[in-house]
């Protein structure tokens, strides 16, 4: 992985000597709130609804077993013993002191780490595919173009004050994993006929209170031109994008209000003058970068493991676990698994500091002491022995409840217990519906489905793109929710459709049991809920969960839980909402 140079380590020592300074001024009342606002907003300080909130940078989610320890001391000293980890493959601790902060960032520098632009108007933290490097459809290793994007973005001075904030993801693989089409600005690598390198670029995508899905604005961008490219694309932005009004700054709404042409006509206008530049990608400069991130001393191994596969036979436990959170490697003998934080009880995400701790250990035995975040809310080991998949299985504990890609894999936004913009709780709800489909056996049959829940339309939870998305709205000061199903992201993404009025908080579990319902009933063999609702499209499920209410009718029970998972039929009048 990138490790620091002279320069980052420079700018990093200068960053926090500045923000010290600062933050001494705030406490002595030297600068007031409003004052102090856009300098602790630089550093990744935010005001909650409870203490402030430090998100801390994790640069295309790789992290070291030495950078996740330090956020577990983090954690014990500075927070109240866990961080949340959120669908930007950053960190968040959510119960800072401000006198503590300067001193946090200088513990994080001594493990490369930083917060710088993990807020404000600016370039945020480039997000990238967790399986970078080991998946078996990748085209190339977006790593290091997500570096060199990232050296380029950091403390870029034209860029500091953009419209608003920016937002870029990188996959390099056949299979979107990484939410491209839902960024500012979204790279794909790609081949031309000639078998060249280069990017797929897509803009103008984004989420929040106008979801849009991105605009290809260009099929092929060769990989030597990509930042110029991408610098024509946000020098455009930066020059007409709003600053008059806060909800139309993104470059979403400059793209439609141009449209896709004559957008890209000024950025190809923009481009002749980047092109060729300083910003052009040498091969010296490329080879320099991806030295950081070559394979690490793979052992030549058996491509199947017969131990491995009778321990399956014998043990449901853990060929669950197997099923759905390893995941196959392009080097034979290995495999990547995937770390939930997604038990039930549990805040989506969170994970306490002896967990960060464990999960650092479980690195440095089985993983070569690297790990990544997911913007799915969980961690990955990217490089595991099959031959140690029993060992890590037992050894992982409360990080190994085999959920991943299932309905309680739940994608959440610490919502309105900790967030000063947020409409409604989400964490609460989303234990509730953890806790009603807690059955492994059920999860599995449902198969998968991805739930995102998001307090507010900022859309932190990205439930615009859920298969199932839930949101909380403000009614008159009570707390509902909205409920959007067909949404989707990766290479056929979608944004959901609502389904109708807003239910309250204790509905909700009742109307996911009642959409699951009709996807059992519709469904093809080994059909996926998503794939149900594209094919007979959302009124069946609106019909029934909006159906006659049938005096009496509680919200959902065990016993109707236990109906729902022996298929009664959709229409028995036992289910019928109270709504």
């Known amino acids: 992985m990138y490790r620091y140079d002279q320069f980052d380590h420079k700018i990093v020592a200068q960053r926090i000597a500045q923000f ?39 640069p295309y989610g790789l992290l070291s077993s030495a950078q996740l320890r330090m956020f577990a001391h983090i954690a014990r000293k500075y927070d109240r013993d866990y961080g949340h980890f959120s669908t930007r493959q950053n960190v968040q601790f959510n119960w800072i002191r401000l006198q503590d902060a300067a001193d946090i960032l200088a513990d994080l520098a001594s493990v490369e780490m930083h917060a710088n632009q993990t807020s404000g108007n600016c370039i945020r933290n480039i997000t990238c595919d967790e399986y970078a490097g080991v998946a078996q459809d990748e085209i190339v290793d977006p790593r290091p173009f997500a570096e060199l994007l990232r050296q380029w973005s950091t403390f870029h001075p034209e860029f500091a004050y953009l419209p608003r904030k920016f937002k870029f993801a990188i996959t390099g693989a056949a299979n979107d994993r990484a939410a491209i089409a839902v960024h500012d600005i979204g790279l794909s690598v790609v081949k031309n006929a000639l078998g060249e390198t280069g990017f797929r670029v897509l803009v103008g995508g984004g989420l929040g209170r106008t979801p849009v899905i991105g605009t290809e604005i260009c099929d092929f961008v060769p990989w030597q031109d990509a930042i110029t490219y991408l610098e024509a694309i946000v020098r455009v932005y930066n020059q007409y994008g709003r600053r008059d009004n806060i909800y139309k700054a993104r470059i979403k709404i400059l793209v439609k209000a141009l449209g896709i042409e004559e957008f890209r006509r000024q950025v190809e206008a923009e481009w002749q003058f980047t092109k060729g530049g300083p910003c052009t990608i040498t091969d010296e400069e490329l080879s320099r970068v991806s030295a950081f991130f070559d394979a690490p001393a793979y052992q030549v191994l058996p491509a199947a493991n017969t131990e491995l596969e009778a321990f399956q036979k014998d043990n449901k436990a853990f060929a669950n676990w197997m099923q759905r959170n390893v995941k196959p490697h392009k080097v034979p003998g290995y495999a990547a698994v995937v770390l939930s934080l997604k038990k039930t009880g549990v805040a989506p995400g969170d994970a306490t500091a002896a967990q960060m701790d464990a999960a650092a250990e479980l690195a440095e035995r089985f993983s070569f002491g690297e790990l990544r975040i997911t913007h799915m809310q969980n961690m990955v080991l990217a490089d595991v022995k099959q031959a140690d998949l029993i060992a890590l299985w037992q050894a992982a504990k409360g990080l190994a409840t085999p959920n991943i890609g299932l309905l309680t894999d739940i994608i959440c936004c610490p919502g309105g217990d900790f967030c000063a913009l947020a409409n409604a709780r989400s964490i609460p709800l989303a234990k509730a519906v953890a806790e009603c489909f807690d059955n492994i056996d059920f999860l599995h049959d449902i198969g998968e489905i991805e739930l995102n829940i998001s307090g507010c339309v900022n859309a932190c939870a990205h439930h615009h793109v859920g298969h199932i998305g839930i949101l909380g709205v403000d009614k008159d000061g009570e707390e509902w929710y909205q409920v959007s199903i067909g949404g989707a992201q990766g290479n056929e993404s979608a944004i959901g459709r609502v389904i109708g009025r807003s239910f309250t908080f204790g509905q909700i579990p009742e109307v996911i049991a009642r959409l699951l319902q009709v996807y059992v009933r519709e469904r093809f063999d080994d059909e996926r809920f998503i794939d149900t609702v594209r094919r007979t499209g959302y009124e069946p499920f609106k019909a029934y969960v909006y159906a006659t209410p049938v005096e009496g009718d509680e919200a959902l029970s065990g016993a109707e839980y236990e109906l729902l998972q022996t298929g009664v039929p959709y229409d028995t009048p036992y289910y019928s909402p109270r709504f």
């Open 20 to 58: 010290r300074d600062q933050v001494d001024r705030r406490l002595s009342g030297e600068l007031t709130e409003d004052e102090f606002r856009i300098l602790r907003l630089q550093n990744g300080l935010y005001m909650q609804i409870h203490a402030y909130m430090l998100r801390i940078a994790v």
